[in-house]
C-alpha cells in the first residue's frame, strides 16, 4: 500500500520516538503505581501503614491517575458526576405531585455505584420518592459502621433570577453552577467519586461505610431519611455515627489561616401555627372580635420578640476559637458583639446564640367585606439544645390566652461534642490537604437529615469538606439565586473524604 510507503523517513522515525517514550511513560507508570500500591493503604492491606498519612499532601493522586483512561481521578470525576447530578431537576416542592426527578437522581447514583461493583437499593417512599442505599464493607469486622448521607432534592429555582439555567450544570469562571451546586450534590458527587476510585483501586475501608442518598430532606425528610429510618432501619445495622452537610467548609481568617466549620450541633425544628377565633361579621359594622387582627397583633409580638442569648458548649467552643484566632475580643454575657464581626458568617453563627422564632405565613378571609371568623399564621421557630419546652413556654406568653398553638414540625436540637477519634480523623485529613487548616466546631441554624438519623442512636456530624475561595459569600448560596461550587473546592473535598473515610 502507498499509504505506508509514502510516510517520510523522519516522520517515521519520529513516530517510532514517540512510540519509545510512550512505552518508556508507560513503565514509569507502572512503576509509580507498583510503588504507591506499596504505600497506599487499603490496596491489599486495607489500613494505613504506620506512617499515618498517604504519603504527603496531595502527592498520590496527582502522580499517575490521571495518565489511565480506564481509572480516571477521582478528582477529575467528581466534576462530571456532580455536574450530571445538577442536570437532573430533583426540585422538592414540597408536594408529591410536583416533586420531580428525585427517581431518576437516585437511579443515577444507584448505576454509578453498581458499575463499579457495589449494590444498591432503591427504597421509594410514594412514587417517585426514591432513595439510594448502599454498603461498603470494612475490613475489620469488629468495628462499629460509619454513616455517610446525602439528600438529592433541591429546593425551588427561578430561571429567571439566575446567571446561568439552574439545571444547566454550567463551568464557568472556576464554578461549576446549578441549583444542588453547594446543598448538596456536591458532597454526593464527592462521596461517590471517592468509592468509585476505591472500587477500581481495591481499597477497602477498615469499617463498614453505609451510603444513603436520599430523598425529601428540603421539605422535612417524611419521604427521605425519616422514611428509612421508620421502614428500613435495618439498613443501618452497626452504625454509630454519621457525617452529611453544612459543615468542613471553610473560612478565610488571612491568606494562610482558614478555620473550617464542623457541625457538631444543631437547632431544633420548631414550625408552629397560630389560630385566632372571632366571630365573621360583615366588613362595614363596628365590630370587636376580628379574628384578623386578634392574630395580627399575637403575630407582631411574635415576630419583634427577641430570646435571650444562651451560650451553649458548641457556641461557647467556636466563639473562644475563633476569637483567639481572630484576635477579636470576647466578652461571654455578650457574644453577639464578637460574632459581628464574623462577616459572612455572622448571620448562621448569630443564630444560634439564642431561640427565634419568625412569621412565614399569614391565612385568613375569602371575601374583601367580610370579617372571617378564623385566621392562622405559621411561625418557623428553632429551639437551641434542651430549649424547645421553654420556647413552647415563651411563645405562649406571647400570643396570649385566646390564641391556639399547634406544632407542624417538632424535631428536637442535636448536640455532641467536639472530641475522639472521628473528630481527630476529620481534623487530620484538613490539615493534611490544607496545612493552615484549623477545624472548629459549630452549631448550624437550620435543621438536617441529621435529625432522622441520631433517633437511631447515631452521632452525627456535618463534614463535607469545601475549601472555598475568600471572597464567596458561602452561606448566601445555600437556597440562594446563582448557587455554585467553586471546582478546585470539589476537588479539595474529594482529597479530605478520600483521606478521612480511609483513616476514621
Ligand atoms: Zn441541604
Not at 420518592?129 to 475490613?139: C, D, S
Not at 433541591?154 to 463551568?171: R, T
Not at 464527592?190 to 477497602?204: D, P
Not at 470576647?330 to 459581628?340: F, S, V
Request: aromatic residues 6%; hydrophobic residues 40%; glycine residues 10%.
Amino acid at each position: 500500500m502507498r499509504s505506508r510507503a509514502a510516510v517520510p523517513g523522519a516522520a517515521r522515525r519520529q513516530t517510532a520516538a514517540r512510540r519509545g517514550a510512550d512505552r518508556q511513560e508507560r513503565t514509569a507508570f507502572r512503576r509509580r503505581a507498583a510503588a504507591r500500591d506499596r504505600s497506599v493503604p487499603g490496596r491489599g492491606a486495607g489500613r494505613l501503614g504506620a506512617r499515618g498519612d498517604l504519603g504527603g499532601r496531595r502527592g498520590w493522586y496527582e502522580e499517575a491517575m490521571t495518565s489511565d483512561a480506564t481509572r480516571p481521578a477521582p478528582t477529575d470525576e467528581v466534576v462530571d458526576l456532580c455536574r450530571d447530578l445538577l442536570r437532573i431537576d430533583t426540585t422538592n416542592t414540597g408536594d408529591n405531585d410536583t416533586s420531580a426527578g428525585e427517581r431518576r437522581a437516585a437511579e443515577y447514583v444507584a448505576e454509578k455505584l453498581t458499575e463499579v461493583g457495589l449494590a444498591a437499593e432503591i427504597h421509594e417512599s410514594a412514587p417517585g420518592r426514591a432513595n439510594a442505599v448502599a454498603r461498603i464493607a470494612g475490613t475489620d469486622p469488629g468495628r462499629p459502621a460509619l454513616l455517610v448521607h446525602g439528600h438529592l432534592d433541591v429546593v425551588p429555582a427561578d430561571p429567571d433570577e439566575w446567571s446561568v439555567h439552574p439545571f444547566s450544570g454550567e463551568i464557568r469562571d472556576g464554578y461549576l453552577w446549578g441549583r444542588g451546586a453547594i446543598d448538596m450534590k456536591d458532597f454526593d458527587a464527592m462521596v461517590l467519586a471517592v468509592v468509585r476510585h476505591w472500587q477500581r483501586t481495591g481499597v477497602r475501608p477498615a469499617r463498614d461505610i453505609v451510603l444513603a442518598y436520599t430523598a425529601d430532606e428540603e421539605a422535612g425528610s417524611d419521604y427521605g431519611a425519616h422514611f428509612l429510618v421508620e421502614r428500613h432501619r435495618d439498613l443501618f445495622d452497626g452504625c454509630t455515627e454519621a457525617i452529611g452537610e453544612v459543615g468542613g467548609f471553610s473560612y478565610s481568617v488571612n491568606d494562610s489561616q482558614r478555620l473550617y466549620l464542623i457541625e457538631t450541633a444543631e437547632k431544633g425544628l420548631d414550625w408552629l401555627r397560630l389560630h385566632a377565633k372571632g366571630r365573621p361579621g360583615h366588613g362595614s359594622m363596628v365590630h370587636d372580635d376580628n379574628a384578623v387582627t386578634a392574630l395580627a397583633e399575637a403575630v407582631a409580638r411574635v415576630g419583634r420578640h427577641r430570646f435571650p442569648v444562651v451560650v451553649t458548649p458548641t457556641v461557647r467552643a467556636f466563639l473562644e476559637q475563633v476569637s483567639e484566632l481572630l484576635g477579636i475580643e470576647l466578652d461571654p454575657e455578650d457574644p453577639e458583639t464578637a460574632i459581628a464581626k464574623l462577616g459572612p458568617i455572622a448571620n448562621i453563627i448569630g443564630a444560634t446564640v439564642r431561640n427565634t422564632a419568625n412569621p412565614t405565613r399569614l391565612a385568613a378571609g375569602y371575601k374583601d367585606n367580610v370579617i372571617p371568623g378564623r385566621a392562622t399564621a405559621t411561625i418557623d421557630c428553632r429551639s437551641l439544645p434542651g430549649q424547645s419546652e421553654l420556647l413552647e413556654a415563651q411563645l405562649r406568653e406571647l400570643v396570649g390566652p385566646d390564641i391556639a398553638i399547634e406544632y407542624i414540625q417538632r424535631q428536637p436540637a442535636l448536640e455532641t461534642t467536639f472530641d475522639g477519634d472521628l473528630v481527630d480523623a476529620m481534623s487530620a485529613a484538613l490539615r493534611a490537604e490544607d496545612p493552615g487548616a484549623h477545624p472548629v466546631p459549630y452549631m448550624l441554624s437550620g435543621g438536617t437529615d441529621a435529625k432522622a438519623f441520631s433517633k437511631l442512636g447515631i452521632r452525627c456530624f456535618g463534614f463535607a469538606p469545601l475549601r472555598l475561595p475568600p471572597d464567596l459569600n458561602f452561606s448566601a448560596l445555600f437556597h440562594g439565586i446563582d448557587e455554585r461550587v467553586p471546582v478546585e473546592g470539589l476537588q479539595f473535598g474529594v482529597r479530605v473524604l478520600d483521606r478521612f473515610l480511609r483513616t476514621c
